[in-house]
C-alpha cells in the first residue's frame, strides 16, 4: 500500500503505476488535448498552450500527477475561463483541481471523475495520529494545503468533496466518483453528461451522499504556521 503522504507528494494522490508514457500536450482547434501525467514539463507545456486566445477548451485524460503542477494548470484554466472536457478518466490531483477549474465541465461517461484525497485530507491524517511523517515533508505538505485552500476559495468549491468518502462512514479504500447534482452540492458546477448509459468497469464506484450526516460529522482540519 502506498502511504498517503508520500502518494500525495510525490504523486499528487496520482497512481504511481499509471501512464508510464510521456504526457501528450497540443493544441487542436480551439483545444488543448492533454493526455497523460501532470508533471512540470506537461503542466508547463499547458500554460504556455492556454495563453493562446483562440484556446477555448481543454480535453484531457489523466490519472493525476503532481499536486503543484496541476495547480498551475488550474490557475491558467481559471484565468482564462476555459471548459474542460473528459472523455474517459480525470483522477486524483486532475480531478481535485484541472476539472473544478472549468467555466464548463463536460464528461464522457458518468463514472470520470476520481477522487481519492487531497492535501487537506493528508494534514487530517496526520492531525488525527493515523499517520505520522517527518517535519520536512509536513512543511511541504502545508505549503501545499494553503495553495490549495486558495485555489478552492477562488473557485468556489468546498475541497471535502475529494475526501470525504475516505473517512468514515464511507471509507472508501480506492478512487470514488460522485453524480453531477452532488459535484454542484460542493460547488462544482456546470457539469453535463454525455453518455450517462455508458459504463467503464475501471472507473470508481459513485458514492450516495448522506448530506445531513455530512455537515454534521465534518472533522475541523488545521493547516498551521
Not at 124 to 149: H, I, N, S, V
Not at 172 to 184: G, Q, T
Request: charged content about 25%.
Amino acid at each position: 500500500m502506498i502511504r498517503p503522504l508520500a502518494l500525495a507528494l510525490l504523486a499528487a494522490c496520482g497512481l504511481a503505476q499509471a501512464q508510464p508514457a510521456p504526457t501528450r500536450v497540443e493544441a487542436s482547434g480551439d483545444a488543448i488535448v492533454f493526455d497523460g501525467r501532470i508533471d512540470p514539463p506537461s503542466a508547463a507545456r499547458f500554460v504556455e498552450l492556454a495563453r493562446d486566445p483562440a484556446i477555448k477548451r481543454v480535453v484531457i485524460t489523466s490519472f493525476g500527477g503532481l499536486v503543484g503542477p496541476a495547480l498551475d494548470m488550474a490557475d491558467a484554466i481559471r484565468d482564462r475561463q476555459l471548459d474542460v472536457e473528459v472523455p474517459k478518466a480525470c483522477w486524483s490531483s486532475c480531478a481535485n483541481y484541472v476539472f473544478p477549474a472549468g467555466a464548463g465541465k463536460r464528461l464522457g461517461h458518468a463514472r470520470a471523475i476520481g477522487w481519492h484525497g487531497n492535501m487537506t485530507h493528508v494534514l487530517w491524517l496526520a492531525q488525527t495520529g493515523r499517520e505520522k511523517w517527518d517535519e520536512p515533508l509536513m512543511a511541504q505538505a502545508r505549503d501545499l494545503a494553503r495553495r490549495e485552500a486558495i485555489f478552492y476559495r477562488r473557485v468556489g468549491v468546498d475541497g471535502y468533496v475529494a475526501w470525504f468518502a475516505k473517512i468514515p462512514p464511507y471509507d472508501v479504500e480506492s478512487f470514488y466518483a460522485l453524480r453531477a447534482a452532488d459535484m454542484a452540492r460542493f460547488g462544482i458546477t456546470g457539469v453535463t453528461v454525455a453518455d450517462a448509459a455508458k459504463d467503464d468497469p475501471d472507473a470508481p464506484d459513485i458514492v450516495e451522499v448522506d448530506w445531513q450526516r455530512l455537515a454534521v460529522e465534518r472533522p475541523a482540519v488545521t493547516i498551521g504556521p
